[in-house]
């Protein structure tokens, strides 16, 4: 079978099984006696498992069957959850995403995980392994689970009203048996001529290639007995056992209607149902695209935002009723089409926000902490090209929080403490802009100790040293090869870091500042554009130039006079609404010559980031536009307060202000 064709898709749908198996495994660990996380976890492994056979990796396939032997084990309530379980399946998942990562890399997805499948099947035996004949019991009131969807549902329905039973057949296959797709031949043979099969588990495909341990799920609708179908089937040879059982009374199935049974463990089972629902649901309607895809999407639709602003110039110009209506109705269209391609180019920061759970509990075991996570914010959204590259930084500043932040759980005592200590990971919009945020209530950074390794690296002199500021202190750890860890460690110490994290987060065109305080904590603030090449803008002139500023970060514009004006700390300032606003001078910033000369009025623009403001100093407004976002190149990188340039409708160049860079 040709496999490269559904390579991709065996990688993204495993990347999100493994996710989510990671998820409710960490779930698992804080409620270890809720059986519908271990039926989630369940679903996800079988699911991987019969991927990766059809794929032919069989390590994968290896590993994620022996993990499926034990959950179902525990979800039978056979075998206890412990802290020493989890943290081999998550070493398990932890191995699965390696070689998922192998695969995607070119590779054969081949890896070591016989020692993990060691550990898996010692769990599975344990001191209450069931002997053979105990297994086989087992397997007979636990057959594999089937789930059902809207239309197969109402086939069943229909059937019934016409005198059809629906029956779920388990067949077991001895487990010697050689031709295992032959043997399924034959029994389908065997049921076509008694009643109809409507599904099957593993599905037929996999089935015929043998993709399958020793037994299979059957619903079958007939109107024959029970006891004669068993009887007609047990006649193929190599077939060890058969169990078939009403649907109604198979407690497993996932049925989208209502509960027939009011049993306590029909109701545990069940709890998944609706969530499965949904999760069908929202299948059906999605489909995977290519990014590169959405790249050539957006820079088709770039273009015409250029000439959409040509065509409303020449419109108004020549001033002809239906040509402006046309253009009018165009504008709205090819605007709400700009919203969508945006909206399918952001991606929600929880997938990468996923990753750090299971990470921080690694760490924290490593380094004998106690340490307690808290997520607020996964749901806000940045460009899918700054999550592929975000993830890297985020676990160097979290690594960090918690080797030189959190102290051990004795010291954290000494200093009246709580011994579990607190890792903040946060995410907010503001403007054009996304703001991460990793907090700790740690030691804090130690000025003094920063400084002297400065010195001792060379970052700065003595003399330099002496006039820093707290602040530009604390920038000196993002110095390359700089390191205070006592000791090399897996985790740190061999100044290897936060100079990547610069470095990455600046390439990104964004930035990234501390704040700290020695004994009580740190924070560390990334700030990262939300890199859309369409934005919304408020153009305005200075001098003869022509200006954009996003309007995400406009409050509003006014007009003031000379009086308005204060000072304050060597600065001129206004009055807005009870806030002092400091005055930005954008000609004289941009060096821009000015013909009028002073003026006893001036037209400002409010800028906001975060809690402060500033006022911009124009000389007029234009209006406001949707621009596209052009970068100044490799050559005028560190252009201060410009972040880009846009081309207007009439063919000018107008540079887009970073408002942001003017607050401090």
Same mark, same amino acid.
């Given at each position: 079978m040709e496999t490269n064709q559904y390579l991709d898709l065996f990688l993204d749908e495993s990347r999100e099984h493994l996710q989510t198996v990671n998820d409710y495994l960490l779930d698992l660990e804080k409620n270890p006696s809720e059986l519908a996380i271990v039926n989630e976890v369940f679903r996800s492994a079988h699911t991987l498992k019969g991927m990766a056979a059809t794929m032919g990796y069989e390590d994968i396939t290896n590993l994620t069957h022996i993990m499926e032997n034990v959950l179902d084990r525990i979800r039978n309530e056979e075998l206890t959850v412990t802290s020493r379980l989890l943290d081999i399946l998550l070493d398990a998942v932890e191995a699965l995403e390696s070689m998922v990562a192998i695969i995607g890399s070119g590779g054969d997805g081949k890896q070591d995980v016989s020692h993990l499948i060691s550990q898996l099947e010692q769990i599975e035996s344990g001191d209450t392994a069931p002997d053979r004949q105990q297994e086989h019991h087992l397997t007979e009131h636990h057959p594999v689970a089937l789930e059902i969807n809207e239309f197969e549902k109402a086939v069943i329905d229909e059937s019934q009203e016409q005198g059809f039973v629906a029956l779920h057949?388990?067949?077991?296959?001895?487990?010697?048996?050689?031709?295992?797709?032959?043997?399924?031949?034959? !029994?389908?043979?065997?049921?076509?001529?008694?009643?109809? !099969?409507?599904? *099957?588990?593993?599905? !037929?495909?996999?089935?015929?290639?043998?993709?399958?341990?020793?037994e299979f799920s059957l619903i079958f609708l007939s109107k024959e007995d029970k006891q004669e179908i068993k009887k @007609?089937?047990? @006649?193929?040879?190599?077939?060890?056992?058969?169990?078939?059982?009403?649907?109604?009374?198979? @407690?497993?199935?996932?049925?989208? *209607?209502?509960?027939?049974?009011?049993?306590?463990?029909? @109701?545990?089972?069940?709890?998944?149902?609706?969530?499965?629902?949904?999760?069908?649901?929202?299948? *059906?309607?999605?489909?995977?695209?290519?990014?590169?895809?959405?790249d050539q999407l957006m820079n088709l639709f770039e273009e015409l935002v250029v000439d959409r602003g040509r065509l409303e110039e020449i419109s108004r110009d020549l001033r002809h009723k239906d040509l402006t209506e046309t253009v009018e109705k165009m504008t709205r269209i090819s605007g709400d089409l700009q919203n969508i391609i945006l909206t399918m180019r952001m991606m929600p920061i929880e997938q990468v926000f996923n990753r750090f759970p299971r990470m921080i509990r690694g760490l924290a075991q490593d380094l004998n902490k106690q340490v307690n996570l808290e997520i607020i914010g996964a749901d806000t959204e940045l460009d899918r090209t700054v999550i592929d590259e975000i993830g890297d930084p985020l676990v160097h500043l979290i690594r960090n929080s918690l080797d030189h932040g959190i102290e051990s759980p004795e010291t954290r005592e000494k200093m009246n403490k709580e011994p579990i200590g607190h890792v903040s990971l946060k995410a907010y919009q503001s403007g054009n802009h996304v703001f991460i945020e990793i907090e700790d209530d740690g030691a804090g950074?130690?000025?003094?100790?920063?400084?002297?390794?400065?010195?001792?690296?060379?970052?700065?002199?003595?003399?330099?040293?002496?006039?820093? *500021?707290?602040?530009?202190?604390f920038q000196l750890i993002f110095s390359s090869g700089f390191s205070t860890a006592e000791v090399v460690s897996d985790v740190s110490g061999r100044g290897v870091g936060l100079d990547v994290v610069r470095t990455k987060i600046e390439s990104l065109g964004g930035t990234v500042f501390v704040e700290s305080s020695q004994g009580e904590g740190s924070r560390f603030i990334i700030e990262l554009p939300l890199t859309l090449s369409i934005i919304s803008v408020l153009l305005v002139e200075i001098g003869k130039e022509k200006y954009a500023i996003p309007l995400s970060s406009v409050i509003e514009t006014a007009i003031i006079s000379e009086k308005d004006m204060l000072h304050a700390h060597n600065q001129r300032v206004i009055d807005f609404r009870g806030k002092v606003v400091p005055l930005v001078f954008l000609n004289d910033l941009f060096e821009v010559e000015n013909d009028e000369g002073d003026s006893e009025y001036y037209s400002i623009v409010i800028v906001k980031k975060g809690d402060k403001m500033a006022a911009l100093v124009v000389d007029e407004f234009i209006g406001q536009q949707e621009v596209v976002l052009k970068s100044l190149g490799n050559y005028l990188t560190d252009v201060f307060a410009i972040s880009g340039a846009t081309i207007l409708g009439d063919g000018q160049v107008a540079l887009i202000i970073d408002s942001n860079a003017l607050i401090k």
């Amino acid at each position: 079978m040709e496999t490269n064709q559904y390579l991709d898709l065996f990688l993204d749908e495993s990347r999100e099984h493994l996710q989510t198996v990671n998820d409710y495994l960490l779930d698992l660990e804080k409620n270890p006696s809720e059986l519908a996380i271990v039926n989630e976890v369940f679903r996800s492994a079988h699911t991987l498992k019969g991927m990766a056979a059809t794929m032919g990796y069989e390590d994968i396939t290896n590993l994620t069957h022996i993990m499926e032997n034990v959950l179902d084990r525990i979800r039978n309530e056979e075998l206890t959850v412990t802290s020493r379980l989890l943290d081999i399946l998550l070493d398990a998942v932890e191995a699965l995403e390696s070689m998922v990562a192998i695969i995607g890399s070119g590779g054969d997805g081949k890896q070591d995980v016989s020692h993990l499948i060691s550990q898996l099947e010692q769990i599975e035996s344990g001191d209450t392994a069931p002997d053979r004949q105990q297994e086989h019991h087992l397997t007979e009131h636990h057959p594999v689970a089937l789930e059902i969807n809207e239309f197969e549902k109402a086939v069943i329905d229909e059937s019934q009203e016409q005198g059809f039973v629906a029956l779920h057949i388990t067949v077991h296959l001895k487990k010697d048996c050689l031709l295992k797709a032959a043997r399924t031949f034959m !029994v389908f043979e065997v049921l076509e001529k008694l009643g109809e !099969v409507i599904k *099957s588990e593993p599905p !037929v495909e996999m089935l015929e290639d043998e993709n399958f341990e020793n037994e299979f799920s059957l619903i079958f609708l007939s109107k024959e007995d029970k006891q004669e179908i068993k009887k @007609k089937i047990m @006649k193929v040879s190599e077939i060890e056992q058969v169990d078939i059982t009403l649907l109604e009374q198979m @407690k497993k199935v996932e049925l989208p *209607s209502e509960p027939n049974d009011d049993s306590s463990s029909n @109701k545990k089972e069940s709890t998944p149902a609706p969530t499965q629902q949904r999760m069908n649901t929202a299948t *059906s309607k999605t489909i995977r695209v290519n990014i590169e895809r959405l790249d050539q999407l957006m820079n088709l639709f770039e273009e015409l935002v250029v000439d959409r602003g040509r065509l409303e110039e020449i419109s108004r110009d020549l001033r002809h009723k239906d040509l402006t209506e046309t253009v009018e109705k165009m504008t709205r269209i090819s605007g709400d089409l700009q919203n969508i391609i945006l909206t399918m180019r952001m991606m929600p920061i929880e997938q990468v926000f996923n990753r750090f759970p299971r990470m921080i509990r690694g760490l924290a075991q490593d380094l004998n902490k106690q340490v307690n996570l808290e997520i607020i914010g996964a749901d806000t959204e940045l460009d899918r090209t700054v999550i592929d590259e975000i993830g890297d930084p985020l676990v160097h500043l979290i690594r960090n929080s918690l080797d030189h932040g959190i102290e051990s759980p004795e010291t954290r005592e000494k200093m009246n403490k709580e011994p579990i200590g607190h890792v903040s990971l946060k995410a907010y919009q503001s403007g054009n802009h996304v703001f991460i945020e990793i907090e700790d209530d740690g030691a804090g950074i130690a000025v003094d100790k920063v400084l002297k390794k400065a010195i001792e690296n060379q970052v700065v002199t003595e003399r330099e040293a002496e006039e820093l *500021s707290e602040e530009e202190v604390f920038q000196l750890i993002f110095s390359s090869g700089f390191s205070t860890a006592e000791v090399v460690s897996d985790v740190s110490g061999r100044g290897v870091g936060l100079d990547v994290v610069r470095t990455k987060i600046e390439s990104l065109g964004g930035t990234v500042f501390v704040e700290s305080s020695q004994g009580e904590g740190s924070r560390f603030i990334i700030e990262l554009p939300l890199t859309l090449s369409i934005i919304s803008v408020l153009l305005v002139e200075i001098g003869k130039e022509k200006y954009a500023i996003p309007l995400s970060s406009v409050i509003e514009t006014a007009i003031i006079s000379e009086k308005d004006m204060l000072h304050a700390h060597n600065q001129r300032v206004i009055d807005f609404r009870g806030k002092v606003v400091p005055l930005v001078f954008l000609n004289d910033l941009f060096e821009v010559e000015n013909d009028e000369g002073d003026s006893e009025y001036y037209s400002i623009v409010i800028v906001k980031k975060g809690d402060k403001m500033a006022a911009l100093v124009v000389d007029e407004f234009i209006g406001q536009q949707e621009v596209v976002l052009k970068s100044l190149g490799n050559y005028l990188t560190d252009v201060f307060a410009i972040s880009g340039a846009t081309i207007l409708g009439d063919g000018q160049v107008a540079l887009i202000i970073d408002s942001n860079a003017l607050i401090k």
